[in-house]
């Protein structure tokens, strides 16, 4: 049996570093996302440019508090930087991770549409409209997300001072647990389903076309695996762990192991800013390929999508 101590110096042992690494790459891989969206697709914005612009600028929102976290966490969970900025961090989380799946879900909506009924895209879905679903989305991530205001804070611990998700054990575990519970529903799950039956939409279609070829098909391919990748990888096991540790803790039980899952799904949940830049890359290609049977670095007449 290990103690809480044992199972918190695993916390503060994987976190710094893990962080310190996605900050670097994602902050990398995110500024050149933006470069390449804003200068080398200024002429082609279409709905996947907008879409992926969002998801950008929901990510450099929060990549810019993850040193807050390597201090924290280094200093073994010590929170200096006020009550404020422990808010802010723990709202930024939340409404990084849920525009993170609301966004994947549009473009992955957007590929399908794209693919099922290209002339009717072609003649009715304009930028605008993917504007237009951008606002609603972080306008509804926001709200979802506003609870962490109220949850979120700094609490007294052993000479120390903690960021937690919530500080009241007593009034605050159980609503806290079906807050989440209600997040994991709306913000996971059904994103999961309606991106997995796009993406098998694209597949079915795709592999039916005779005028793509097998490594064009395979290039598809390889991009539906990378995105549900990212929910079997970065979204799904965090739910599932969070859940899991909150519904134990609620009945005041303390299982390390299930922490230490729990930790380690934290880190994995901030690797899908990390993940998102590939998901760039390949979006211009992929629609057009799916469309057309072309690249954009051949010549064709297809529309931007």
Request: one cysteine or more; aromatic letters at 14%.
């Amino acid at each position: 049996m290990h103690n809480t101590s044992d199972c918190e110096d695993f916390q503060i042992t994987l976190l710094p570093p893990m962080y310190g690494i996605e900050f670097c790459l994602a902050l990398i891989g995110n500024v050149f996302a933006l470069w390449m969206l804003l200068l080398k697709e200024r002429k082609n914005w279409h709905t996947g440019v907008v879409f992926s612009c969002n998801l950008v600028i929901s990510d450099l929102l929060y990549i810019f508090t993850l040193p807050l976290l390597v201090v924290y966490y280094y200093n073994k969970k010590n929170w200096t930087f006020g009550t404020f900025l422990c808010k802010i961090e723990r709202f930024l989380f939340t409404c990084n991770l849920y525009v993170s799946i609301f966004f994947v879900m549009c473009i992955s909506v957007n590929r399908c549409v794209a693919i099922l009924y290209p002339f009717f895209t072609r003649s009715h879905v304009r930028p605008r409209h993917a504007k237009i679903a951008g606002v609603l989305i972080w306008a509804i991530v926001m709200a979802l997300s506003s609870p962490v205001l109220k949850f979120a804070d700094t609490c007294p611990g052993s000479g120390k001072t903690l960021c937690q998700a919530y500080c009241n054990y007593t009034t605050d575990s159980q609503s806290h647990f079906h807050y989440n519970l209600f997040l994991a529903g709306v913000g996971c799950a059904i994103p999961l389903l309606v991106t997995f039956a796009s993406y098998c939409s694209i597949i079915s279609v795709i592999y039916k076309n005779c005028n793509i070829t097998p490594l064009e098909k395979r290039k598809v391919t390889i991009m539906v695996a990378s995105v549900l990748l990212l929910y079997v990888v970065s979204f799904v096991p965090y739910h599932i762990f969070q859940i899991g540790f909150m519904y134990i803790r609620m009945h005041n039980i303390y299982n390390c192991g299930l922490y230490r899952a729990y930790q380690v799904s934290k880190g994995l949940a901030t690797l899908n800013m990390c993940i998102h830049p590939l998901l760039y890359i390949s979006l211009i290609d992929s629609i057009r390929l799916a469309c057309c049977g072309k690249s954009t670095g051949e010549n064709s007449n297809c529309d931007p999508l």
